[in-house]
């Protein structure tokens, strides 16, 4: 695919949205990893044009932000008031005065364009030497869309709205899908005469293709070669289509790379994540943001894993990772919930119902059972025992305990940080340990047991514990006296 430099590319993502019921700027809704907006951008980007535009107006300003974060490359352009797509064209290309060349217009609301079928259109609009080029498509279902008029030769003559058409335009199915390119020249000539006569007494950017062919401009319709990519986004049913959609593309890459997807109808991976081959993706599985399977690792069900890293053949089962490193061969759950910066290296465990925040585990080393992990960083080959609190908050401040490496830690400990475990230590359950321990101690840090005899009998009497203990007595007696008579034979 190759295609010359486009000299700009204008997204359009000034209108309300209306139909969305939003407080959040249409364009902006997110979908499968990246806002609609973002999903636009990404497509032209193989274009490298020298300025992208983006027009902006409803909700200027987050709008802009979400540029300014996530596409600072791009530049937006208020437009003022929302008079229409030709409108908003003609105040991107004022901001330009000197741009010369073709220009690449495109709809906001089409997150399903790939770079494929822009390049295609780039192309073809090259190749044809037109002044003008529309990307259209062939839909069963053509409502609400522009109608493309072709002469009898196949020329296109006109894009018809819907709400203008005839009865007989109406029944085209070949709709506009608001992508074009244009000589930026005869896009602002043009657009300097788009008039307001429609239904919406709106600038439509669809009425330059017909005042171009009036000219006697070189103007052409390229079919898309997938209609899919075409379907914009105007409601939250068509965001929820469009979000399928999107996943069943990412589903049938990932498959065709080799990664087995147990359940794709409960699976959804963002365009963004990269999963190796022989991953194995069981069913109620979310992969987001910056997230990254490695080959043979096990994922599922039912885990949610965002901005994480997942090393070759390590498993997660029935886990929330957010902002996790996970190591090779590291197992995680069920039920674990691992936060920003927890960092498990090769081998290492966290198990059941473990949380885990800005903490290290050093390879081989677990954590299998009902624990806290917060602020931490334990060594190789260390073990903590169930039930373990890292005590990492006095209320003001957050502090840091250190384990060192095959230290073997009691059940039901709590580490009062900032504390250090030096390596090889042994603590014994049921300790709260506030003080270190030198490399190679046994820390007891609990209250002696001491055993009342008797107690229940003088202070529960006739409770079902009093009887039980009463009897056990008993049955102890017996034994006691069977042990002698056996051991006599
Ligand atoms: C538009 C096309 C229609 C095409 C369809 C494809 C026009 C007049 N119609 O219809 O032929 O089939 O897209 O999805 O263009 N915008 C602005 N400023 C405005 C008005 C709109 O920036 O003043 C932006 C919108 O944010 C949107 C795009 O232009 O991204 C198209 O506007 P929209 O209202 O969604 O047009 P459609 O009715 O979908
Ligand atoms: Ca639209």
Redesign the pocket.
């Given at each position: 695919m190759t295609h010359p430099n486009v000299a700009a590319v204008v997204?359009?993502?000034?209108?309300?949205?209306t139909r969305m019921k939003s407080a959040l700027p249409?364009?902006l809704h997110p979908l499968g990893g990246r806002s609609m907006l973002g999903h636009v951008l990404a497509a032209v980007e193989p274009l490298a044009a020298r300025h992208t535009l983006v027009?902006?107006?409803?909700g200027r300003e987050t709008v802009a932000e979400h540029l300014a974060a996530t596409a600072p490359g791009a530049r937006p352009v208020v437009?003022e008031?929302?008079?229409?797509?030709?409108?908003?064209?003609a105040?991107a290309l004022a901001a330009v005065p000197d741009l010369e060349g073709p220009v690449l217009l495109?709809?906001?609301?089409?997150p399903l364009l790939r770079r494929e079928t822009i390049g295609a259109l780039v192309d073809a609009h090259t190749a044809a030497g037109n002044v003008l080029t529309v990307l259209t498509a062939e839909v069963d279902e053509?409502t609400?869309?522009?109608?493309i008029v072709r002469a009898e030769d196949g020329g296109v003559l006109a894009?018809?709205?819907?709400r203008d058409a005839t009865d007989a335009q109406r029944a085209i199915r070949e709709?506009?899908?608001?992508v074009y390119v244009g000589d930026a020249a005869a896009l602002r000539r043009a657009l300097d005469r788009v008039g307001a006569a429609?239904d919406?007494g709106?600038?439509?950017?669809?009425?330059v293709l017909g005042l171009l062919v009036a000219e006697g401009a070189r103007v052409g319709g390229e079919r898309a070669a997938d209609p899919v990519d075409?379907?914009?986004c105007?409601d939250r049913r068509e965001l929820a289509a469009r979000r399928r959609t999107l996943n069943d593309r990412v589903l049938d890459e990932l498959m065709r790379s080799g990664v087995t997807v147990v359940d794709p109808a409960t699976t959804w991976v963002d365009v963004t994540v990269t999963v190796g081959p022989d991953a194995l993706l069981e069913p109620g599985v979310q992969l987001q943001g910056t997230t990254s399977v490695a080959s043979g690792a096990v994922v599922g069900p039912d885990s949610t894993l965002v901005d994480t890293a997942v090393g070759e053949g390590a498993s997660v089962v029935r886990a929330h990772c957010v902002g996790a490193e996970i190591g090779p061969d590291v197992s995680v759950g069920p039920f674990a919930y691992l936060r920003p910066g927890t960092r498990l290296h090769a081998g290492a465990k966290v198990g059941t119902f473990v949380e885990t925040k800005n903490a290290e585990v050093g390879a081989g080393s677990k954590v299998p059972h009902l624990s806290y992990v917060g602020d931490a960083t334990i060594g190789e080959g260390s073990n903590i025992g169930a039930a373990t609190v890292f005590v990492n908050y006095d209320g003001v401040h957050k502090h840091h305990t250190t384990i060192g490496s095959h230290a073997r830690t009691g059940a039901d400990n709590m580490f009062v940080a900032p504390v250090t475990i030096g390596d090889g230590a042994y603590t014994a359950a049921g300790s709260v340990i506030t003080s270190d321990v030198p490399p190679g101690a046994m820390a007891v840090a609990r209250a002696t047991q001491r055993n009342v005899a008797g107690w229940v009998a003088r202070r529960r009497p006739g409770t079902a514990a009093a009887k039980a203990a009463e009897a056990a007595r008993g049955a102890a007696a017996g034994t006691a006296t069977d042990t002698g008579t056996r051991g006599s034979e």
């Open positions: 997204v359009l993502a000034a209108g309300q949205g249409k364009v027009v902006v107006g409803a437009q008031e929302q008079n229409g797509s030709g409108h908003a064209a105040v495109v709809n906001g609301d089409a053509p609400g869309l522009g109608r894009i018809v709205e819907e709709v506009n899908a608001g429609n919406q709106e600038q439509y950017l669809t009425d075409v379907l914009g105007n």
